[in-house]
């Protein structure tokens, strides 16, 4: 067969791509998104044709943000003083099914409940339901939970620390004692009322003793403290806990992704076309998992 060149390639990148987006920040700072709806909907499509997603079916969604690194002409310092791009990424399982590009030095809280709103509404308009989605503390927001709350039947999101949040931690009286990964902690659950004070949300608290002397500045204690605010009243705090710290999985993804998929090696000068790029890969990967699935039940020691 004959080899596709790199110039074809790159005008292939580029005859797909749609023009960046300028997103005004309520700090009034302007970033720049790519929101390439068209891919988007091609790779829904594609995992609903190899049946790995099925209409009508119920999944688990995580989302999170991932710094990807390059030093091409469009580079924005990021959070962790690095340059790059700042992707919106959504996952279902081991299959990654919507990107949405950023500038590198956009906060992840900008402009997320629309950036959400378009991945709920991607999925619900090719009959994708969602049953839980789970996000990190870069989610902790009124505007984005409530986009989040209307569009699954439950949600764990981790929670920021707050002064409101600490003074209902001292008035905790009864602690319950687990085990987790061979270690020790204390959770407890607090109806939430930073926000949505009406919607009875559950926070489930979980603190550890600090193994230093440092007293902590909100609760007065040397515990250290994690929360994950929810809808979810059935289960256990330790069933939330374990539950919300099943997202490593997800973000194993990314590792996959920049390593054997180039997103780590971006062939492009400009976000749109490099927004193609990563959405193409995500195809390739999404499709290879199909592959491998259909090989493994053939040869068993492939997986």
């Known amino acids: 067969f004959k080899k596709v060149s790199s110039t074809t390639l790159l005008r292939g990148l580029n005859d797909l791509s749609v023009d960046n987006k300028i997103i005004n920040s309520?700090?009034?700072?302007?970033?720049?998104?790519?929101?390439?709806?068209?891919?988007?909907?091609?790779?829904?499509?594609?995992?609903?044709?190899?049946?790995?997603?099925?209409?009508?079916?119920?999944?688990?969604?995580?989302?999170?943000?991932q710094i990807i690194e390059h030093?091409?002409?469009?580079?924005?310092?990021?959070?962790?003083?690095?340059?790059?791009?700042?992707?919106?990424?959504a996952t279902i399982g081991d299959k990654v099914v919507y990107i949405e590009n950023r500038d590198g030095n956009a906060n992840v809280k900008v402009d997320q409940?629309?950036?959400?709103?378009?991945?709920?509404?991607?999925?619900?308009?090719?009959?994708?339901?969602?049953?839980?989605?789970?996000?990190?503390?870069?989610?902790?927001?009124?505007?984005?939970?409530?986009?989040?709350?209307?569009?699954?039947k439950q949600f764990y999101i981790r929670a920021n620390r707050s002064q409101n949040v600490a003074e209902q931690i001292k008035s905790i009286e009864q602690w319950e004692d687990i085990e987790l990964n061979y270690k020790q902690y204390q959770v407890a659950s607090l109806k939430f009322t930073q926000f949505f004070e009406d919607k009875n949300y559950r926070l489930?608290?979980?603190?550890?003793?600090?193994?230093?002397?440092?007293?902590?500045?909100?609760?007065?204690?040397?515990?250290?403290?994690?929360?994950i605010l929810t809808n979810d009243h059935k289960s256990t705090e330790l069933e939330v806990i374990q539950y919300y710290n099943q997202r490593g999985a997800s973000e194993k993804i990314f590792d996959v992704m920049n390593n054997d998929f180039g997103w780590s090696r971006l062939p492009c000068s400009d976000m749109h076309k490099n927004t193609v790029f990563l959405i193409l890969t995500a195809m390739i990967k999404n499709f290879y998992n199909h592959m491998v699935a259909k090989v493994s039940k053939v040869f068993k020691d492939i997986k």
């Open 71 to 89: 030093n091409k002409y469009d580079a924005k310092r990021t959070y962790k003083k690095t340059k790059g791009y700042c992707p919106a990424i």
């Open 113 to 152: 409940h629309n950036t959400l709103t378009r991945t709920y509404k991607l999925l619900d308009h090719n009959n994708i339901k969602i049953n839980r989605s789970r996000m990190d503390a870069g989610s902790y927001s009124k505007d984005i939970i409530e986009v989040v709350a209307n569009n699954s």
């Open 26 to 65: 309520s700090t009034n700072n302007n970033y720049d998104f790519n929101i390439n709806n068209s891919m988007n909907d091609l790779n829904i499509k594609l995992l609903l044709k190899t049946k790995q997603l099925l209409p009508q079916h119920y999944y688990d969604l995580d989302y999170d943000n």
């Open 204 to 227: 489930v608290i979980m603190r550890e003793k600090s193994s230093t002397l440092q007293i902590d500045a909100f609760t007065g204690d040397n515990f250290s403290y994690r929360s």
